[in-house]
């Protein structure tokens, strides 16, 4: 095992590591499901720090937590927490880590997690920093793509906003352990980023670049679709000329491949259509659920159990 003490972004696991958390979700799916109950983590506090907003990560963190016996404590708004008085996050990763044996944290700025973690000798991981790093978000996309497409040798579109998107910077690298063959699908101001691509290129992965998803469509296993990050944007004027462009309808859906499924971390705005949400294709319902059984193998994992 690699990873010890943090989960702070993909590159840190081998594959033999996420082999290791995906077979261990897989065990745990009827516990994240309620249809079994297990203990292992009673007893044990689980503390949420969520600066930026969050549904499903959140969420399925309690509910991976709670499922298996542990309870949690959450920061809350930042407006209410002493964040508002100005209160330092390293000053209050040090107190936290006085209430509670695992830490989750999502942060805007990146390189937060990494720092955080300095400051506490308990486990801390990280949901997510700036347009940076989202590993757990990546290990279910994995899971994901193993339950209901494929995941070694997969080919895969990478479609939105490449620029910005977390989910999809952490997921090339580990799509590089699976021998993924990867398009990247973007407006040419929303490109994955040079240094991204030349780590890719470093490690011999395959990849190519188009604009459009009818380029692919037809011949890829998986439709990653990405919103395009708003929040991130310096001038509102820049996303407004990108706002919305991409829209997948069931009517492109004709020539795909048998396997072939779409995903989403979500929240989407309007880049799948809700007609998509009835054909077997869409998969992104399972994808938020599946972030349970995952986040409870990382939690048993770094808990020691
Ligand atoms: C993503 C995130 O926060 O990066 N959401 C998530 O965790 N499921 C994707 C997004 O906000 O677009």
Redesign the pocket.
């Known amino acids: 095992m690699t990873l010890k003490k943090d989960l702070i972004s993909i590159k840190h696991l081998c594959k033999a590591d996420v082999e290791h958390i995906l077979k261990r979700a897989e065990s745990l799916e009827d516990v994240a499901r309620g249809e079994r109950s297990l203990d292992l983590l009673s007893g044990y506090i689980l503390a949420t720090l969520f600066y930026?907003?969050?549904?499903?990560?959140r969420l399925s963190f309690e509910t991976a937590m709670k499922r298996l016996g542990g309870t949690t404590i959450d920061l809350g708004s930042i407006d209410i927490s002493s964040v508002s008085k100005g209160e330092t996050l390293a000053d209050t990763i040090r107190v936290v880590e006085g209430y509670a044996d695992c830490i989750v944290l999502?942060h805007p700025k990146e390189g937060a997690a990494a720092m955080a973690a300095e400051f506490t000798s308990k486990p801390l991981i990280n949901?997510?920093d700036g347009a940076a790093h989202?590993p757990t978000?990546t290990l279910l996309d994995l899971y994901t793509m193993k339950r209901e497409s494929k995941l070694e040798g997969v080919k895969i579109a990478l479609a939105g906003?490449l620029k910005y998107?977390?989910?999809v910077h952490s997921l090339v690298f580990a799509l590089s352990m699976f021998n993924a063959k990867i398009s990247f699908v973007s407006p040419p101001q929303l490109a994955m980023p040079d240094g991204i691509k030349n780590d890719l290129t470093a490690m011999g992965i395959e990849f190519e670049e188009t604009e459009y998803i009818e380029d692919v469509i037809d011949d890829i296993d998986v439709l990653y679709m990405?919103?395009i990050?708003k929040e991130r944007f310096a001038d509102i004027n820049e996303y407004n000329k990108v706002a919305g462009a991409y829209r997948i309808e069931a009517k492109y859906l004709t020539g795909v491949r048998d396997n072939f499924i779409i995903m989403h971390?979500?929240?989407r705005i309007n880049e799948i259509d809700p007609d998509v949400d009835d054909t077997p294709y869409a998969k992104y319902f399972e994808q938020?659920f599946y972030?349970v059984p995952v986040r409870m193998a990382l939690l048993l994992t770094l808990l020691g159990k």
């Open positions: 930026e907003p969050s549904t499903r990560t999502r949901a997510g989202h978000q906003d998107g977390r989910t990405t919103r990050q971390p979500l929240p938020s972030g």
